[in-house]
């Protein structure tokens, strides 16, 4: 059996060889960051599409944008539940609202933090509590593993509802799901000791917490064409509905990430860049 000080002198030689915290980037200085290595890093190439090419979807892009104003503005202001269709344009409008309120000439920034990650969050808050500028949270595609405990839909609806680690004033939560209610349509929760009912109600709980939930569902024929059209005439390119068309039924869907990657199909074809 190893000994005490044998252990204790292991975990110091770990402790040495590990490599350090990254440093954080300046939260005052830039428009974009994402949690990265244990630190706030700068987000490369942070260029939002402008908010006038998100269609479909005007009256979620005029409350999120109303919402991250008056954020901005150092009003009150709701974390917001983005739920809906996949490539519906949810995580687009969070950044295109940012840039957006930037070229107001609002102080906004965003930062992005991978939802199992949501356990750094006070740490985060901490660090930004006491600037001068609004912060939007992005937890993009949010998702719990049902075998963990539940422990994260709790972890979360406390930081919403005001708990000890409550996240601070000048900074609000913008989460998307696939889901209303944010909860796994298989309950694999059978097969563990925990009730499965408390897990579903503490995610339906946390939807609950989220002061704006904003829908985004699938979208018909003519508002497809219509996001292609938007997109295409923005960087001048020509195309054929019937064409656009075919583009969306071979994917079997039809979405502005559908209506997006057949524009850049377009300008490939031409030999431009978007």
Not at 165 to 174: I, M
Request: net charge negative.
């Amino acid at each position: 059996m190893t000994d005490p000080q044998t252990l204790a002198r292991i975990a110091d030689a770990l402790d040495r060889i590990a490599p350090p915290p990254a440093p954080h980037a300046d939260p005052s200085a830039h428009a974009a960051y994402v949690w990265r290595d244990g630190g706030l890093a700068e987000a490369r190439a942070f260029a939002p599409l402008p908010l006038d090419l998100l269609t479909g979807i005007d009256a979620q892009k005029a409350a999120l944008v109303d919402n991250a104003r008056r954020l901005a503005n150092g009003a009150a202001a709701h974390d917001v539940l983005l739920w809906g269709a996949r490539g519906s344009g949810k995580s687009a409008l969070v950044k295109a609202t940012v840039g957006a309120l930037r070229d107001e000439g609002r102080d906004v920034a965003l930062i992005e933090v991978a939802g199992e990650k949501i356990e750094i969050l006070p740490r985060l808050f901490a660090l930004i509590a006491d600037l001068p500028r609004a912060f939007i949270l992005f937890l993009d595609d949010l998702g719990f593993d049902d075998h963990a405990g539940g422990q994260g839909p709790r972890l979360l609806r406390s930081m919403l509802e005001g708990g000890a680690e409550a996240r601070p004033s000048n900074a609000r939560l913008h989460v998307t799901a696939n889901r209303r209610h944010i909860v796994s349509r298989d309950l694999r929760e059978q097969d563990s000791p925990i009730n499965p009912r408390d897990v579903v109600d503490d995610k339906l709980a946390l939807a609950d917490r989220f002061g704006l939930s904003l829908g985004f569902h699938v979208c018909d024929q003519d508002a497809y064409v219509a996001m292609v059209a938007g997109y295409a005439a923005k960087f001048g390119l020509d195309f054929e509905p019937l064409d656009a068309i075919a583009w969306a039924t071979q994917r079997g869907s039809r979405s502005g990430r559908v209506a997006w990657q057949y524009v850049v199909e377009l300008a490939g074809r031409a030999g431009k860049r978007v």
